[in-house]
């Protein structure tokens, strides 16, 4: 089963940088449309950004566009974070969907319905903390 795990949080200064990855073990991730979202406690889950299997297309937040940039390499999916901000402080989780519209709609279907099936394709989550 396809099992995703993230990696590369930590803390760092407005204006730093980090990279999260997000691969699978024994699987390639390029087969695969890969959505990262985040989630800040007491806030909803935020889609920031999603790249296609088949074209490679990608598409961002507006919270993000122009700072991060999701990309892929050697079977993983990276998300380049640049110009880091303290808003950008939650958990990050990468998730397997079908497309990049299917990963929309399986975010908006946990969060309204609490279905749980797409949580079987979501990583743990890696901390992401922003603080001078």
């Known amino acids: 089963q396809l099992k995703l795990v993230e990696s590369g949080g930590g803390l760092v200064q407005p204006g730093g940088s980090l990279r999260l990855s997000c691969a699978a073990s024994g699987f390639t991730l390029d087969d695969y449309a890969i959505g990262w979202f985040r989630q800040a406690p007491g806030k909803e889950r935020e889609s920031i950004s999603c790249?296609?299997?088949?074209?490679?297309s990608t598409n961002y937040a507006d919270s993000v566009k122009g700072r991060f940039t999701i990309s892929r390499d050697s079977g993983k999916v990276l998300l380049q974070m640049n110009s880091l901000k303290p808003e950008d402080t939650a958990v990050y989780h990468c998730?397997?969907?079908?497309?990049?519209?299917?990963?929309?709609?399986?975010?908006?279907?946990?969060?309204?319905?609490?279905?749980?099936?797409?949580?079987?394709?979501w990583g743990q989550g890696t901390q992401v903390t922003v603080n001078s």
């Open positions: 790249i296609s299997s088949s074209t490679g």
């Open positions: 998730a397997a969907s079908s497309n990049c519209r299917s990963f929309e709609e399986e975010l908006i279907r946990v969060a309204l319905y609490g279905d749980e099936g797409p949580r079987k394709h």
